[in-house]
């Protein structure tokens, strides 16, 4: 990103000044792009849609690009004495408190202005975890960004047309808990762009594995085909090392079907919690206690059976002919097709 300059904005109810930047140009190279469409601020400076006035005595929302502009400054005259003591916006960033106030007080006259401030809104809930996703939302945070979701669903009317808005949709389905929605949105999505499948790829393995968590679109879903050295068979599996779950997921085999499924290894420990406030997550002021516990006995996801057994296809025999190793013979992405079928 480059900065080509600054200007001087004023609050259109109390007139107090503020000093923002004029940004030349700004690239994605290098930024971490992230499964509900958020790329690190640092390169796109999302946040000057919407600024709550610094002034105490109003307090009153307005969006930056509206604001009226006082003054423009060069590269080189930030310190300008004019405007020496004028608060910089730099990268300011509204926050989740705010964002719901605005939405209380009707800042949003359109449904096209709410679903940019809902979507600001799903960034801001998922920050919380989006660093670090050992991390939990609390049970208030969870019901305000459920809360959240859910309007932005219904305001994301279906439109097939509108590829960004159906990956949204999907997203949204997949962090509130709809990962069959979420699957069946994808469906049938077709793209050109890379960044797009890309987004399409790592949302779609995340909700096959029901992990419903912002994700880094950065850690690759690549699959891996393992094939046995005996009986020739193959199996396909997730590299689950790349799908970053917080629940650390893990294949196991159903004893009775002999069949692969994927599940928790872990479970949320019951004792010794403590909630973290929203400051302590987002500034990392306070570690997460240990969130979770080795799961016992995974039942089968299918038939329920509790005769159960992790599946590492690297360290176990095949089990098809129970006698066979496995050796990985092909890691790809997951395809347009995968998806589709
Ligand atoms: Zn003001
Ligand atoms: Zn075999
Ligand atoms: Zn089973």
Redesign the pocket.
Known sequence: MTISGFKIIECPYCTKQYKSRLIGSFGTYGAELYSDGYISSCFIPESLDIIKCYNDACGNFFRGKEAKVVAELDRDDFNNPLWKDTIYLGGYQINAIELEEALEQAFCKTKDEEIIIRTMLLHRYNDLVRYDRSLDFSSYEEEKSLTNIGRLLALLTIDEENINRMLLRAELFREKGDFDYCIQTLQGLKTDSAFILKRIQKIYSQAKIKDSKVANLNEAAIKKEYQCDQCKKSIIVFDLDKLNSPYAYQYYR?V??N?V?TAPSKHKNPKKSYQLNFWQKLLHIKKPYENFILRKNVP??????PE?ELFTPSKQKCIECKSGSYTPVKWFDVELKDIIS
Do not use: I
């Open positions: 159903c009775q079907e069949k499924f089968c996801n299918h038939c329920n059976s159960t």
